[in-house]
């Protein structure tokens, strides 16, 4: 079995799959501050409430070098394994960039699983939903194009509730039903649901207007909420990242 592991900047996602099932998703919270030990800890538990034998292999994408390292250490120390660090390289893709290790672990994987759709067309843009909204171009066989990166929704929310005095933090489960808030809360919403869904909207055009037609993907926490108000997203994938992860392992394997 194969322990697939994600770690964002807010939250780190892990997934254990046996060949190409995913028989388990967990969700954490990203600590910079939590040890080897506290790592070590946690995996055991996880698999120990489940009685899941200990996986064979891991691999890791990571953007938060802190956790990256102390998860290197725990996953050998619990289970003898030294997993693979995603990067370029090991991705398998040609990232057509100035400077190729600039780009995230999290998108190289994403471009991989992209790529996996098949689309005849050869195209592809990506977009997830997370503590950035990032948006990548990707074109058959294995070639990462480059991308764009905004705030997340939620980021851009915290923002406003710590940096003014009457913006209140505000639920952000569901799309308003109109654009016009009648409430401060209502306004809040409908800027930061129905206009990051303008927002989503109007960079994919541009990608796809610079680039040609493609199927557009979206991944992340978010994406299932702005789905009903955008246009432009063509496939929902909430395990993308994991589904990349597990294709970067094959390609090594």
């Not at 913006?167 to 039903?177: F, G, T």
């Amino acid at each position: 079995m194969l322990l697939a592991i994600d770690v964002g900047n807010t939250a780190t996602i892990l997934g254990l799959w046996d060949e190409d099932r995913l028989l388990e998703r967990w969700r954490i919270a990203t600590d910079p501050m939590r040890m080897e030990s506290e790592y070590a800890a946690l995996l055991r538990e996880l698999f120990d409430q489940l009685s899941l034998s200990a996986p064979d292999a891991a691999v890791v994408s990571s953007v938060v070098p802190p956790v990256e390292h102390e998860l290197e250490l725990a996953l050998a120390r619990l289970f003898g394994l030294r997993p693979l660090l995603v990067d370029a390289q090991s991705a398998g893709l040609t990232v057509d960039l100035e400077n190729p290790a600039e780009v995230g672990a999290d998108r190289l994987v994403n471009a991989v699983a992209a790529l996996a759709y098949g689309d005849p067309r050869g195209r592809y843009v990506v977009v997830d939903f997370g503590t950035a909204t990032t948006f990548d171009l990707v074109e058959a066989p294995d070639v990462y194009r480059g991308g764009a990166i905004a705030p997340g929704p939620r980021t851009a929310a915290e923002a406003l509730s710590l940096r003014t005095a009457k913006l209140p933090r505000v639920d952000l489960a569901r799309p308003p039903e109109r654009a016009v808030g009648r409430s401060t809360t209502d306004a809040l919403r409908s800027g930061l649901i129905l206009g990051y869904a303008a927002l989503v909207d109007g960079m994919v055009r541009r990608f796809l207007t610079e680039a040609g037609e493609g199927l557009v993907v979206a991944t992340g926490g978010f994406a299932r909420t702005v789905e009903p108000v955008c246009e432009m997203l063509d496939v929902i994938d909430d395990d993308l990242t994991l589904k990349g992860l597990r294709l970067v392992w094959e390609k090594r394997a």
